[in-house]
């Protein structure tokens, strides 16, 4: 059965030994910005379809391991996902994802 699901947004993914995550290969995984420096902080992660096109998204940088943000591209404009860890104890993420539109707004509206 085919569920045609082209993007998975995963929290508290199994990390392995080498610090990545394990998924089929028809999956492109996408980790948080800080991934490569800090790999034992990450808690989210997103799984693209392989067969979409790479020249129709992009990863924007983000400076947290709690959140992932893709950008897709088409003729009907863009569109952004946030794939977002929020602890329960602390609004730091919030903050951040306040500070980041604060700062990028105006080339989020008009990207």
């Not at 392995?16 to 999956?27: G, K, T």
């Not at 991934?35 to 992660?45: F, G, W, Y």
């Not at 003729?75 to 980041?100: A, R, V």
Request: hydrophobic content about 35%.
């Amino acid at each position: 059965m085919s569920m045609n699901i082209d993007i998975v947004a995963i929290q508290e993914p199994a990390i392995v030994n080498n610090n990545h995550s394990i998924a089929s290969r028809d999956r492109i995984l996408v980790y948080p910005t800080p991934h490569q420096s800090n790999p034992e902080k990450t808690r989210l992660l997103m799984l693209i379809q392989a067969q979409i096109s790479t020249d129709s998204w992009n990863q924007l940088d983000f400076p947290s391991s709690d959140v992932t943000v893709i950008q897709l591209n088409s003729t009907w404009g863009k569109l952004m996902i946030f794939n977002i860890y929020n602890e329960g104890e602390c609004n730091n993420t919030i903050k951040l994802l306040t500070k980041y539109y604060k700062d990028n707004h105006q080339s989020l509206e008009h990207s």
